[in-house]
Each structure stands twice: as C-alpha cells, then as structure tokens.
C-alpha cells in the first residue's frame, strides 16, 4: 500500500464526516480509528525502516484488521442517521476494505517462505536422527556395488523395501559427495558404481 494512497483514503474520510453534524461523538470516534489505521498501516507496509520484528509487523496488522471492522460498524450506524449518501458510505468501506486485503495478502507471502524454513529444518533434524541407520544403509549400499559392477535406485529400493526413492537419492549423494562412488548416465539410464581410482 501506497503512502499517499493512505493519506489521501484518510482525508477523504475527514471530509465525508465534516458533513456530521458539529458535536456528534461519532464524527470523532470514526476519525480516531481512521488515525490509528493510518499509523498502524504506514509501519505495516513500509519497509521496515524501524527494523521491527515479525511478530511486531504481525501486532500491527491484527490491530488494523480490527480496526477496519470497527470502522465498518461505525459507517453502519452513521448511515441510519442519513447524514449522508449510501454511495460515500460504500466507497469508504471498499477502499478500507483494500487496505484489509493487502494486510492478509501480505501475511499469507510471508508465511510460505516460513513454512519452507521449518520443514528444511524437520528434514534436517529427521535427517541427523537417523544418522546410526544411514550409516548402515550406505555400508550396504556400498557392499551391494562391490559385488555388482553398477546399479539403478529402484534396486536399492528392492533392498530397502521401507526407505522412500528420495532418502536413498539422499544416501547416494552423501556417498557421492565424499567421492566413494560415481554417477553414470542420466535420466532413466541413471546408475551408481564404486568410484575407479586413476592409475
């Protein structure tokens, strides 16, 4: 959301409430809450120049978001006094309503980076528990290509009838990587052997 886009939905509120009458509480109650979603929603999609927290950015938008609701009631009431016309009533709720849907479009982008981060992390943590079984398995692994000259991973697989295609790819790279085996061919035509040493 746009600074000025902000400011300008914020005057345009001040000017459809002038037409209140002078001492309604109303009038009063409305502009505050227009104020605090005017703050709240400058921290929220700046960025970030205070350096604030994700958890702060998310106290920002929940308060915006309730803020908005209010707000919504407070038209509704507005609009049975006949103070004004529907139609102002309407353009202020969809334009706040803008404002509500960038706040859950923004939660959402972020929250999917995060969901990669903590299942990385329970891949990992998987991962490093079964490190005593990895072991073993690539001791196997390595043993079946000392009697076989080269082999695909769905025989390993036939091997290891419980370990799923892509842990034993995981193995065979670990092995790959400290260079006690090599890859052949590509695709479907994919095999491992023990890596031959230059003479």
């Known amino acids: 959301m746009d600074k000025d886009y902000l400011i300008k939905l914020t005057l345009g509120l001040y000017r459809v409430t002038e037409l209140f009458p002078a001492r309604?509480?109303?009038?009063?109650?409305?502009?505050?809450?227009?104020?605090?979603?005017?703050?709240?929603?400058?921290?929220?999609?700046?960025?970030?120049?205070?350096?604030?927290?994700?958890?702060?950015?998310?106290?920002?938008?929940?308060?915006?978001?309730?803020?908005?609701?209010?707000?919504?009631?407070?038209?509704?009431?507005?609009?049975?006094?006949?103070?004004?016309?529907?139609?102002?009533?309407?353009?202020?709720?969809?334009?706040?309503?803008?404002?509500?849907?960038?706040?859950?479009?923004?939660?959402?982008?972020?929250?999917?980076?995060?969901?990669?981060?903590?299942?990385?992390?329970?891949e990992a943590f998987a991962e490093n528990s079964s490190l005593p079984m990895k072991k073993e398995r690539c001791k196997k692994i390595l043993k079946v290509l000392s009697r076989k000259e080269k082999a695909q991973v769905w025989e390993f697989k036939q091997i290891f009838p419980g370990v799923s295609k892509r842990t034993l790819r995981r193995d065979l790279d670990f092995l790959l990587n400290r260079g006690l085996i090599e890859r052949i061919g590509d695709k479907n035509n994919t095999f491992y052997r023990l890596k031959r040493k230059i003479s």
Do not use: H
């Open 24 to 122: 309604e509480p109303l009038k009063f109650s409305i502009r505050e809450k227009a104020n605090q979603i005017l703050a709240d929603s400058l921290l929220f999609f700046t960025k970030n120049p205070l350096n604030l927290k994700e958890k702060q950015k998310k106290n920002f938008s929940e308060q915006i978001l309730k803020n908005i609701e209010i707000l919504g009631a407070y038209f509704k009431i507005a609009q049975t006094q006949n103070w004004l016309k529907k139609e102002n009533f309407f353009i202020l709720k969809r334009e706040y309503d803008k404002i509500k849907e960038g706040i859950i479009q923004e939660l959402k982008e972020k929250a999917f980076p995060t969901r990669i981060i903590k299942e990385e992390r329970e």
